[in-house]
């Protein structure tokens, strides 16, 4: 899909010439278009290969249901509303749990649960994680990786218990003694902050829960399509054109000026601003670096359901040491049965299933079958595979990322978000956050 011209072999005048180009039309994407806007940007032009706006953000709607890619949760006061608060309107609010599965085949609290994860292991087991905590706070003089920062904050014995461990490899694709701290910490930060004792006795401690000061909401019923298409609209408004589902060829700079050619237009602006994954960039660019940078390729499983599910969170993390699975999510919490059923997706890191989307539900049938969940008629209705859903930080990543968007800026391109920068950014907040501290600071800049 396209809604601009094509301009041609090459550019004849300053009119055919855009003030900025964005690779993206991700959440990264379409923020940094409002920021140029606000920063006196007319003509912004925005190009992915995806035919959809949204990035990663993609839904399907299959037989009367609509599922998504994930789990993705909004706020009412989140950052991207400052940039779109014409969206407010259209998401649906919601009141989501969250709950996991434990090797001991209990669905309990996620991320801990001290009734399950601690006083259940008896006194025995008790005393074992007070003795590992110790044992690593005492002797670990030096955290190198994720499994080290999560035994240095909860110890050996309690990250096999809870299933932690478990369920960090099935998040991060390797197992966590091979993956990078600086990922740890940016990914896995609640651990720190929940094995810290004070909070810990407020666990233990009645106390009047807070919840959170903000509703909670979730993309419209019929889709992500339908949320960032009003985005979208504010943004053609102010300037903004875009080209959906064309195949970028290649980028080159002309002097001060980017010229980026597709299968279907040539596009040419003083500015050019990247969200794409840093090695396609690269690639476009006709740099000769391959920076190694692997992310996860997902596979999403689309269920619908009638029967007895065993249990009732809408989200549910797999901290089994067993199952490819790592998390579902109940649409259908969130938006209703369709024709008296539930409906859900799961996450399977495509790896963990041998990249085969039969033997990801194969796998989860049994799995949930054997802990008795989702007991009752299971249909599968769907699936879809993501490749580079999310980065992975092995083999001290976050230096070659260093040097990789290095040659991006010599070349002139900005590079930054989830995809452009590998910076793992769970949640639109961060993300809308990320792309106005990369634009701002050239608010002076000419444009």
């Known amino acids: 899909m396209t809604e601009s011209p094509d301009f041609g072999a090459s550019p004849g005048t300053d009119d055919d010439v855009f003030d900025a180009i964005i690779l993206g039309a991700g959440i990264t994407g379409l923020v940094s278009a409002s920021v140029l806007h606000d920063l006196g940007c007319r003509k912004i032009a925005v190009l992915d290969e995806f035919g959809n706006l949204g990035g990663n953000h993609i839904d399907r709607s299959i037989n009367g249901y609509t599922f998504d890619i994930g789990s993705l949760i909004f706020q009412d006061d989140s950052p991207l509303l400052d940039h779109f608060p014409e969206l407010l309107e259209h998401y649906v609010p919601i009141m989501p749990t969250w709950g996991k599965l434990t090797p001991q085949a209990v669905v309990t609290s996620y991320p801990l649960s001290i009734k399950d994860d ?12 007070a003795l590992s905590v110790a044992i690593s706070r005492l002797f670990r003089r030096k955290i190198g990786n994720a499994r080290e920062f999560a035994q240095y904050w909860i110890g050996d014995y309690l990250l096999r218990r809870s299933g932690l461990e478990s369920y960090m490899k099935r998040f991060f694709g390797v197992p966590a003694d091979g993956v990078d701290l600086e990922f740890a910490e940016k990914r896995m930060l609640w651990i720190k902050e929940h094995a810290r004792p004070r909070v810990l006795l407020r666990y233990v401690r009645r106390h009047r829960a807070t919840g959170p000061t903000n509703r909670q909401l979730a993309r419209p019923r019929a889709g992500f399509t339908a949320l960032y298409e009003v985005a979208a609209g504010t943004l053609r408004q102010r300037g903004t054109v875009f080209h959906l589902g064309q195949q970028i060829a290649s980028i080159t700079r002309r002097g001060t000026r980017f010229e980026v050619l597709t299968d279907r237009s040539r596009v040419t602006a003083r500015r050019l601003i990247s969200t794409i994954p840093i090695d396609r960039a690269l690639e476009l660019c006709g740099i000769r670096e391959d920076p190694h940078l692997p992310s996860v390729t997902l596979i999403s499983l689309y269920f619908s ?37 539930e409906y859900f997706g799961v996450e399977v890191i495509a790896a963990h299933a041998g990249n085969c989307v039969s033997t990801a539900e194969q796998d989860f049938r049994a799995h949930v079958a054997k802990n008795r969940l989702f007991v009752g008629d299971l249909i599968c209705e769907g699936s879809q595979v993501v490749p580079c859903a999310y980065p992975i930080y092995t083999e001290r990543a976050h230096q070659r990322v260093s040097r990789a968007l290095s040659r991006l800026r010599d070349f002139g391109i900005e590079s930054f978000g989830r995809q452009g920068g590998f910076d793992y950014q769970p949640t639109a907040r961060v993300s809308t956050l990320n792309a106005a501290a990369h634009l701002m600071p050239t608010a002076n800049a000419k444009v």
């Open 305 to 341: 359901f009638s029967g007895h599910r065993g249990f009732d969170c809408s989200i549910l993390y797999n901290f089994a040491h067993d199952g490819a699975w790592k998390r579902l999510t109940m649409y259908s919490d969130f938006y209703g049965h369709v024709d008296g059923r």
């Open 118 to 129: 601690i006083i259940r292991s008896g006194a025995w087991g008790i005393f074992r994680i």
